[in-house]
């Protein structure tokens, strides 16, 4: 038949059939729609947000080009260079304590001062709405605040009362509704607190050495692209030394999109293990489908359709079933960047563009189609070939017919078509290429592991009790699902086992085992002048078992390695946090603590050389250094060039002061600089580091102080949203998993029928049945949670263990609640759809037999 008259005669015969409806198709539809409005809807969340960054870069950014300084304000040519782009708006940013007029209760703040120009794009909301001189003027000898609400809740203020800040009373007058560019400050580990940059002068919060950051926004009207950025190379060439950080407002938030392609990328490569997952739950339903049309096949066959036209008839029904599942899980996805701003409105002030993202949407129909294909083709490639003779008897497409090769090449290609855009469309390639490894070695382990069950049951020694006895003979008889359950479940089970662990690790790790050699405090911007007064109160508060460490702190920006601009070169992701911004710096007569030298020589006490630095081993690894070479740091606007004479290993998780880079005491010699202390009290309760935090900032109004216990509370907060979000994602290749569970034990309950219609015939009652039936579930069920357990709890281990470099631990809880999940699944899916089974009377199926 030539293919002119064999497609539409194809189609009609494909379309007639359809009019029967999709039953035993409905697994299929909810694979299929699942997978693919995960993926959509997570790259269009993601490209909406993106796409809003972009439109909204110059809100976000705070101008069209923004100056960043450390521990100084621009010098006199500085300034004159900036005022000379365009409008410049200055606003300064550090960390400080809020404290109660009777000083009994105080709070860690993240202050923000502007000047009267802010904000030149976009709008600062307030509540009560202020203009600037209203807002933050000085009046009755108070400076005005506007502030989060969270502050008012955790120190029981109201609109209208005062706090302090360093030397200086601040009156509340506002609410905080919207900060247009809070984005691009980073993210916020404390509540903020606006005010006037008279304000902050008036506290005397800034002296030399603290950590103050300030920015220099400027609009520059009409101004391209390309001249912004000759803008900045114009600043680098003609102020070298300054050390600042540049910004145009097409990399506004330049963490921020980072983060979002590498969460999106994570959540995609999750959707794409569902729609994989529901592959399975494809083939089963394609398998279960031809299976309920084999006499119509065998019909075909008859009349003289050769097999070509035969599976072309069931490859256009299974594409337009497809594209009904595809297009319900397009119409979901189109609505999830809108969800996801509604949702996130008042957790995350995140810039979306609320629209339609067709290149999302697209790319999620690519990947629907090919793996419905990749699934498909080999029960088509079955139906093909199986003789008409063997149909009519009954036979099984899973029997001994093997499609052509042909086919076989197919599916290899469209697999490999599926991994080629996995990878391809993927923020890391390697990330990508490492989870579709695992995914396709999880899949062959899977397969192993069900063969394993089957060979265990084929050898198991004959027992004496009956329902156990019909058990094992199911798990591995012809047609057994031992196959369909194991496959179905195990990589749903995986994940979440994998996700759990990192998750319970590293919450053991932050809330368990770190506070036990933790420092109770740390203690931020202690000046020189008052460095012993600090000690020795503090020393006194603590008592004979406290411990006091104290480092001198600066911070510095690396903008040469080896004599190479850093700017111009590629780095790892895993190195290159240490390049971007600002990194804190010290120096050192002696090897810091928690640290242990691995490689080189620690330069002598009185050394008065050359400036020398010791690097963290493992980031300098990650970067490409090692002894000999040299780094440019720019510290207070000076570029000092340092060759790194030894390496440490650096014991980060001790929460101690630990630094990437240790210079020689010579290198920074007359240098201003603050100090940084740790304070250690064993067993100090809540009431005395309430009593020593009270006493530090009363007498030391502008120190800032952070109790490691709220760190460690906000990143557990930090550490939960985002495992529940995770679990949240991961959860769907778990539906995936249960829905292909629940195809798979429909497509056996013909089989079934058949089994528990002959068994009652010869004596067996429905409870011995229905015992049987159920500890083939707990068994098979059992089995998978094991497998489970096992390549979870190896992935959690490399992630934790070998990459975090964090102690590992298999936490009970999940192994229980993994098996617990298992058994409830297999045994509740499977009892469902047997209970049915089993009342079915014995006449009409034996006249079928």
């Known amino acids: 038949m030539s293919p002119a008259r064999a497609i539409p005669l194809a189609f009609r015969f494909a379309l007639r059939e359809l009019r029967g409806g999709l039953s035993g198709f409905y697994v299929f539809l909810a694979c299929i729609a699942l997978g693919t409005a995960a993926i959509g809807g997570v790259n269009a969340v993601s490209q909406s947000i993106t796409q809003g960054i972009d439109e909204q870069g110059q809100v976000i950014l705070g101008g069209d080009l923004r100056f960043e300084l450390n521990h100084r304000t621009a010098s006199a040519g500085e300034r004159a260079f900036l005022d000379s782009l365009g409008e410049v708006a200055v606003s300064a940013s550090m960390r400080s304590m809020a404290r109660l007029e009777d000083q009994s ?25 202020l203009d600037h001189e209203i807002l933050f003027g000085r009046r009755d000898g108070r400076h005005g605040a506007a502030v989060q609400q969270i502050l008012l809740d955790r120190l029981g203020l109201a609109i209208g009362d005062t706090i302090l800040l360093g030397n200086a009373d601040f009156e509340i007058r506002a609410l905080i509704l919207s900060e247009p560019d809070a984005a691009s400050d980073g993210f916020a580990f404390a509540p903020r607190v606006l005010t006037s940059l008279d304000g902050l002068e008036a506290a005397g919060l800034v002296q030399p050495g603290s950590l103050v950051e300030y920015h220099y926004k400027i609009r520059i009207t009409d101004a391209t692209e390309e001249e912004l950025q000759a803008m900045a190379e114009r600043a680098r060439e003609e102020h070298p030394a300054a050390g600042w950080s540049i910004r145009n407002r097409a990399n506004a938030a330049p963490a921020l999109s980072s983060n979002i392609e590498r969460f999106a990328q994570f959540l995609t490569l999750v959707g794409l293990t569902a729609l994989v997952t529901g592959g399975v739950g494809v083939a089963n339903a394609v398998r279960a489908f031809l299976e309920s049309k084999r006499n119509v096949i065998a019909t075909f066959k008859c009349l003289g359709a050769p097999g070509g036209f035969v599976t072309l008839v069931y490859l256009i029904q299974i594409l337009a079933i497809a594209a009904v599942g595809i297009v319900i899980g397009l119409v979901l996805a189109s609505f999830m960047p809108w969800l996801a701003a509604w949702g996130l409105a008042g957790v995350v002030p995140l810039p979306a563009s609320r629209g339609f993202f067709p290149g999302a949407l697209a790319l999620a129909t690519i990947f629907a ?105 199911n798990i591995h008889r012809p047609g057994a699902l031992t196959q369909s359950v194991v496959l179905s479940l195990g990589l749903g089970l995986t994940l979440l086992v994998a996700l759990a662990l990192i998750d319970g690790n590293l919450r053991q790790q932050i809330s368990g085992n770190l506070p036990e050699h933790a420092p109770n405090f740390f203690f931020v911007d202690i000046q020189n002048d008052v460095i012993e007064d600090f000690s020795d109160l503090v020393t006194a508060d603590a008592g004979t078992e406290g411990q006091l460490v104290r480092v001198p702190m600066l911070r510095g920006r690396i903008v040469e390695l080896n004599g190479q601009d850093v700017a111009t070169m590629e780095l790892p992701p895993e190195g290159g946090w240490v390049l971007r911004g600002d990194r804190g710096v010290t120096y050192s007569a002696d090897v810091p603590e928690n640290s242990t030298l691995v490689e080189g020589e620690w330069w002598p006490e009185d050394y008065d050389g050359e400036p020398l630095v ?57 240098a201003p600089h603050a100090w940084l202390a740790t304070l250690t009290v ?70 079934r029928v058949h089994d528990a219609v002959v068994l009652k015939m010869l004596g067996a009652t429905r409870r011995t049945l229905i015992t049987a039936f159920t500890l083939e579930y707990l068994m098979l069920g059992a089995a998978t949670a094991l497998f489970a357990l096992l390549a979870g709890g190896v992935a959690a281990w490399f992630v934790v263990a070998r990459i975090m470099n964090l102690p590992w631990q298999l936490l009970p809880g999940v192994a229980a609640g993994t098996l617990i999940t298992a058994l409830v699944l297999t045994v509740g899916f499977g009892l469902a759809g047997t209970w049915r089974i089993l009342g079915q009377k014995a006449a009409p199926v034996l006249r079928n037999l």
């Open 682 to 751: 064993p067993g100090a309760d809540s009431a005395t580091e309430a009593d020593i935090l009270r006493a530090v900032t009363r007498a030391f109004p502008t120190v800032t102080s952070v109790r490691v216990k709220d760190a460690i509370d906000l990143v557990n907060r930090l550490i939960g949203q985002l495992a529940t979000a995770i679990r949240a994602a991961a959860a769907i290749a778990l539906v995936a998993s249960v829905l292909v569970l629940g195809g798979a034990l429909a497509a056996g309950n013909r089989a």
């Open 614 to 670: 010791s690097f963290s081993a493992e980031e300098a690894g990650e970067i490409g250094l090692g002894i000999g070479d040299t780094i440019t740091v720019n510290v207070l606007g000076r570029n000092i060039t340092a060759r790194i004479a030894n390496l440490r290993q650096v014991q980060w998780e001790s929460l101690a002061i630990n630094f990437v880079m240790v210079f020689s005491p010579n290198t920074f010699a007359g």
């Open 369 to 473: 189609l090919v793996t419905t294909l990749a699934f498909a083709i080999l029960p088509l490639g079955r139906a093909r070939d199986i003789p008409a003779t063997d149909l009519f008897r009954d036979q099984s497409f899973d029997g001994e017919h093997r499609p052509r090769p042909a086919y076989l090449l197919a599916a290899i290609v469209l697999i490999a078509l599926l991994a080629v855009l996995a990878v391809g469309t993927s923020f890391s390639r390697d990330l990508a290429t490492l989870f579709l490894g695992g995914i396709a070695f999880s899949f062959g382990v899977l397969r192993i592991v069900s063969l394993a069950v089957q060979a265990v049951a084929r050898r198991a020694p004959r027992v004496r009790s009956t329902p156990l006895r019909l058990a094992i003979g």
């Open 105 to 129: 209760d105080q709070s860690l703040v993240e202050l923000k001062a502007v000047d009267e120009r802010y904000p030149l794009y976009g709008t600062l909301e307030t509540e009560p709405a």
